[in-house]
């Protein structure tokens, strides 16, 4: 942690407030449609897709993983 405050220390009010956009691109939560995209494919049909990815919305997840697709 001490590195990453290093590094906040040193930038400049303009690569801060750059840090900061780029960070809320990244930390913003998942919506519904990001949601059921994620489970296409996976065995879930869309009427289960649909009902999941409500659920999950409400929690404010910002990323999803999963066991890769067997090949």
């Known amino acids: 942690m001490q590195l990453v405050l290093e590094a ?3 930038m400049s009010p303009e690569q801060r407030q750059g840090a900061l956009e780029v960070l809320d691109l ?3 939560p998942l ?3 990001e949601i059921d995209a ?3 494919g996976r ?3 869309r009427s289960q ?3 999941v ?3 999950v919305a409400k929690l404010h997840i ?8 067997a090949e």
């Open 8 to 10: 906040i220390e040193k």
């Open 26 to 28: 990244l930390s913003r």
């Open 31 to 33: 919506t519904m449609f």
């Open 38 to 40: 994620a489970m296409i």
């Open 43 to 45: 065995g879930i049909t």
């Open 49 to 51: 897709r649909r009902i």
């Open 53 to 55: 990815s409500r659920a």
């Open 62 to 69: 910002i990323a999803l993983a999963g066991p890769e697709k």
